[in-house]
C-alpha cells in the first residue's frame, strides 16, 4: 500500500445500518459486492458491455480529433472541469477523452496542494493561469471546486471563506463565459457501496494502489458531510450560462460515452456527425441538483 495511507478497520452507516468495512481485507464484503453497481439508484443492472464501449468510443474519439482541428482553426478554446467524489472516474474520463488528442493542444490539469505563495493569493489565482489559450482543450481533473467540498469537510479553509467562494464563483465564471471559452462542468456521482468497492479494488491492485490516498481513509466516514456540501454546491453554483452536468457513474462506461456526447453535441465544429455521435442517455445523464433527487 501506498507509504502515505495508513489503514484501520471503521465502522459505516450505510443506510441506517453498522457496517464494517477494512480495505486491507483482500475479501470485500458481500454487502458491498452485492449492491455495488445498483448503489445510489443506478437504473441499470448490468455495466455497458466492454466490446460495445470499445466501439462507441472509437467514433467519439474520431469526432474529438475534429473538434482539435476546429479549435486550431478559429482559435476558440474549450474547458471542463471534472469534479466528483473520490474513485468517481474522473482521471479515467479525462484520459479517454484526451487519449487521441494531440497533447501540445489538450491537456490533463491537477494541480497539487497550493504553495505557501499561491495560499496568499486571491483563491482562483492559480487556476486561471492554467486557461486555455487559442486552440487549446484543457481538462481539470477537479478544480477551484475543492473549496465547495474537500476543504470545507476537511477543515481546509474557514468557514468565511466557503461563504465566499460560494458568492464570487458565479460571477468568476460568468466571465469565462463572456470572454468566449466553451465551459463544461461535470459532477461524476457514485453509490457509496460502488465507492467502496473501488477504494477496495485499488488497494489490491498494485498498479492502482497509488490512487489511494490517506485522504480517502480519511473521508470514510464523512460521505453525509460530502453529500451536503455537493448539494449546496449544484445549488448555489448552477447557472443558465455555466451550468452542471451531473452524471450518475457506478458504470463508467457509460460515463465517459456520455459525457463526451455531451461536449460533442454542445460544440458546433466542422465535420460533426451526429450519427456517429449517437444520443444522450438520459437515465444516467441531466443537469443540475434534480438528478440527484
Known amino acids: 500500500m501506498a507509504e502515505d495511507v495508513k489503514s484501520r478497520a471503521v465502522e459505516l452507516n450505510i443506510h441506517g445500518q453498522r457496517r464494517a468495512f477494512d480495505v486491507d481485507d483482500p475479501v470485500l464484503p458481500d ?6 453497481l445498483a448503489s ?31 479549435l486550431q482553426a478559429t482559435g476558440k ?14 482521471g479515467g474520463a479525462i484520459a479517454a477523452t484526451s487519449a ?15 504553495t505557501d505563495r499561491e495560499a496568499g493569493q486571491w483563491y482562483f489565482q492559480r487556476y486561471v493561469a492554467q486557461f486555455p489559450t487559442a486552440g487549446e482543450f484543457v481538462l481539470f ?7 465547495a467540498g474537500v476543504e470545507p469537510v476537511m477543515g481546509f479553509c474557514t468557514h468565511e471563506q466557503y461563504e465566499q467562494f460560494l458568492k464570487q464563483t458565479p460571477h468568476m465564471e460568468k466571465l ?11 459532477y461524476l456521482d457514485i453509490g457509496r457501496e460502488m465507492q467502496l468497492k473501488r477504494f477496495h479494488d485499488r488497494r489490491h ?21 460530502y453529500s451536503e456540501k455537493r448539494d449546496r454546491m449544484l445549488k448555489e453554483t448552477h447557472m443558465d450560462y455555466a451550468p452542471w452536468t ?17 461536449m460533442l453535441l454542445t460544440l458546433d465544429y466542422d465535420g460533426r456527425d451526429e450519427k456517429a455521435i449517437g444520443e444522450l442517455d438520459d437515465k444516467i445523464l441531466g443537469m443540475g441538483l434534480h438528478v440527484l433527487k
Open 176 to 186: 469565462i463565459v463572456q470572454d468566449g471559452i466553451f465551459f463544461f462542468k461535470f
Open 246 to 262: 451531473v452524471i450518475h457513474a457506478n458504470d463508467k462506461r457509460r460515463a465517459r460515452l456520455n459525457l463526451i456526447r455531451h
Open 141 to 147: 481533473d477537479r478544480s477551484w471546486y475543492n473549496r
Open 31 to 36: 454487502w458491498i459486492e452485492d449492491e455495488a
Open 40 to 70: 445510489g439508484g443506478y437504473p441499470y443492472k448490468k455495466k455497458l458491455k466492454e466490446e460495445e464501449y470499445l466501439e462507441e468510443l472509437e467514433k467519439l474519439q474520431i469526432e474529438l480529433i475534429k473538434v482539435q482541428f476546429w
Open 205 to 225: 491492485d498494485p498498479r492502482a494502489v497509488w490512487k489511494l490516498s490517506s485522504m480517502d481513509i480519511a473521508a470514510l466516514d464523512k460521505w453525509k458531510d
Open 100 to 114: 487521441h488528442m494531440n497533447p501540445r493542444l489538450a491537456r490533463a490539469v491537477a494541480l497539487t496542494k497550493p
Open 77 to 90: 478554446r474549450v474547458m471542463a472541469l471534472f469534479e466528483g467524489r473520490d474513485a468517481a472516474g474522473k
